[in-house]
């Protein structure tokens, strides 16, 4: 067993950290502030190549593996939420399933220009009535001649009004099981912006990652082609539940970033400020804090960097990916509610770093599948 | 188009500089960089790669550790990495460095060469003319702007308060400056690709027409008398006063100093 990084992976992180800083720091705070997306990072993390990491490269991707992945979206979170999940939910959740149940025609028309950075992805799984009961789905496709008719509305739908491409889930039908207990039948979809029917609803104003964009995705007799459904009729809930099995990867790297980010301001912090003539770093009270919060931090990184390389050598990574994301969103929370408390009265004020990464932290334990979802995988796991 | 590269991988100011007892960097000891006046340098040449096509080969002496800058360039475009190393070419100078990487080029087709100005840790802007001038081609140094006319360059070449437009006919010799452009960022995959890739590895044996006492420490006609790192500044002296009473404090201060 090793846990040295490959020089490869080094140099990557390498590179994603000067990105990182050069790029997305000096915006973070505005990006919050304002809430609006970040359109100029986006356009420049396609030029690097952020956009299809681990797509191959005859898909117009970087070809790498989901650790190198994980290490990008971690280095972009530890100083901006918001780009972190904007690159999380392109790749995981729009390139991931296309490439995985897409045709060979859809993977040229879809795929590559996702992975080449020159459309944006986003998914669609979350209605009101359905959010951890994926299975209560609402929206409705039929098929009329060549066309899949869609009707309905999704909600909290990450890069909702700046993406291109949207995998849409819908239910295509309704099944008697065994037990003579209907079910329903889901199926996924491609669909593009500005596709006829196609419209989006209220933008939500959220507690944190304020820069992503949020939206309702409204579909009203939506018609799109025949062969827009992406793998078999009948067959989206597996498409949509292997999806955020790799989905989780990101946001565990989302949340383990954070967590990295506001520790490192600490740090930097206690190390400055000074109460009753010396450094707080000197208290004992604020060296087991952070000596608690740096053993998390660690502890989620080698969970995070496990599930990710779980990712590629392992069919079914479900436990793993579920551990990651649990454990890292828990520490996320965690470890940015101390950074604040280590930071006292500024650590309330949104002028400090910490501040934002607190609010960013704590939708890391609710989307793709909130903690106790990942407790319910976990435990599914051990007494099956 | 054959583009030939030098690049320095320098230490990196922010992690602190350390030295040998003779007074030479320890450069075993520090993190590195590839120089930016370098950097730029290939960014340029990655341009005329982009514009025009072109073979991009990317060739620095240094430690075997110094391989690390070469898979960076090639991260970032570059096609090929020669790495010159060897015991005996340890300590060069400016002169011992520049017999060097020109013995080393010697062995490649190459229409232009591009150097960097200078690097951070010598300073001295001394090593990419000093090629040239070994091999017998023309140099254009401090370059802002490069663009190639058939089979000639036309360099902006920066100078004071204006610039000089210069044409020259190719083999030539460029260095450049950090303000040339914005270089690229490496790509994942290129990483990933860089360190799969082959580096060619070269010695004293390869380098050809030079001789053994043009050659790292004993081929360097500089000495160091001494060398050491900056010394730090004393912590400033914070005052808060009214605005009138700061203008007297300062002149005072100003006054006692013999400034004014």
């Known amino acids: 067993m090793d846990f040295m990084l490959t020089k490869q992976h080094e140099m990557a992180r390498t590179l994603f950290k000067e990105f990182a800083e050069k790029e997305v720091k000096p915006l973070a705070q505005e990006v919050d502030e304002t809430e609006v997306f970040p359109r100029g990072t986006v356009e420049k993390m396609a030029k690097a190549g952020f956009l299809g990491i681990p797509v191959p490269k005859e898909y117009g991707g970087q070809g790498c593996d989901p650790l190198t992945y994980a290490m990008c979206v971690e280095e972009l979170s530890k100083v901006c939420g918001t780009t972190g999940v904007i690159v999380s939910a392109h790749t995981s959740l729009c390139c991931d399933p296309i490439m995985t149940y897409g045709t060979e025609e859809q993977k040229q028309k879809y795929l590559v220009p996702l992975a080449k950075g020159e459309k944006l992805g986003a998914f669609g799984l979350t209605e009101p009535g359905a959010g951890t009961d994926a299975q209560g789905q609402q929206t409705k496709a039929v098929l009329e001649g060549d066309e899949w008719v869609l009707n309905g509305s999704k909600i909290f739908i990450t890069n909702g009004k700046e993406a291109d491409v949207y995998v849409i889930f819908a239910v295509t039908g309704v099944v008697t099981d065994k037990k003579g207990r209907s079910k329903k039948m889901i199926s996924a979809f491609i669909v593009e912006k500005g596709t006829p029917g196609f419209t989006f609803g209220t933008k939500e104003k959220k507690m944190g990652i304020r820069g992503s964009s949020t939206y309702e995705l409204i579909f009203t007799d939506c018609r799109i082609p025949k062969e827009n459904l992406l793998g078999q009729e009948g067959k989206g809930f597996g498409i949509a539940m292997h999806t955020l099995d790799g989905g989780r990867i990101g946001i565990a790297s989302q949340a383990l970033g954070l967590a990295e980010g506001a520790l490192e301001r600490t740090i930097e912090y206690v190390k400055e400020r000074k109460q009753f003539g010396r450094a707080i770093g000197a208290f004992q009270n604020t060296q087991f804090q952070l000596a608690d919060m740096a053993t998390k931090v660690q502890a989620a990184q080698l969970l995070v960097y496990k599930a990710a390389v779980a990712k590629a050598t392992q069919k079914v990574y479900s436990v793993e990916a579920a551990m990651a994301k649990l454990y890292a969103a828990e520490v996320a929370m965690e470890v940015t509610t101390k950074a604040v408390q280590l930071h006292g009265g500024y650590g309330y004020i949104r002028e400090y770093d910490v501040e934002r990464m607190m609010r960013d932290a704590k939708i890391t334990e609710i989307y793709e599948g909130t903690s106790e979802v990942q407790r319910m995988v976990i435990s599914g796991s051990l007494l099956k | ?260």
């Open chain 2, 1 to 260: 188009m054959k583009i030939v590269v030098c690049v320095k991988q320098v230490p990196d100011t922010k992690g602190g500089v350390k030295f040998n007892p003779d007074g030479t960097l320890d450069r075993g000891a520090m993190l590195t960089i590839m120089n930016p006046d370098d950097k730029a340098g290939l960014e340029a040449a990655l341009r005329l790669k982009d514009q025009y096509g072109a073979e991009v080969t990317v060739v620095t002496m240094g430690l075997p550790k110094a391989e690390e800058v070469l898979r960076e360039a090639m991260a970032m475009g570059a096609d090929k990495g020669i790495l010159v190393t060897d015991r005996v070419l340890g300590g060069a100078d400016t002169w011992a460095t520049s017999q060097t990487l020109a013995g080393a080029i010697r062995n490649l087709e190459y229409d232009l060469i591009i150097t960097g100005r200078q690097a951070i840790d010598g300073d001295t802007a001394q090593v990419g003319p000093q090629i040239s001038e070994h091999l017998g081609i023309p140099v254009i140094s401090y370059a802002q702007k490069i663009q190639i006319e058939g089979d000639s360059v036309i360099v902006e070449r920066q100078y004071d308060d204006r610039y000089h437009v210069l044409k020259a006919k190719m083999p030539c010799l460029i260095t450049a400056l950090a303000e040339l452009n914005e270089p690229r960022y490496m790509t994942p995959g290129g990483i990933f690709d860089a360190y799969n890739a082959e580096i060619t590895v070269w010695g004293r044996a390869n380098l050809v027409d030079v001789e053994d006492s043009n050659l790292g420490l004993k081929g360097s006609p500089t000495q160091i008398a001494k060398a050491s790192d900056k010394v730090r500044k004393g912590a400033g002296e914070k005052v808060v006063l009214d605005p009138t009473e700061s203008v007297e404090y300062i002149i005072d201060k100003l006054k006692a100093k013999h400034v004014i």
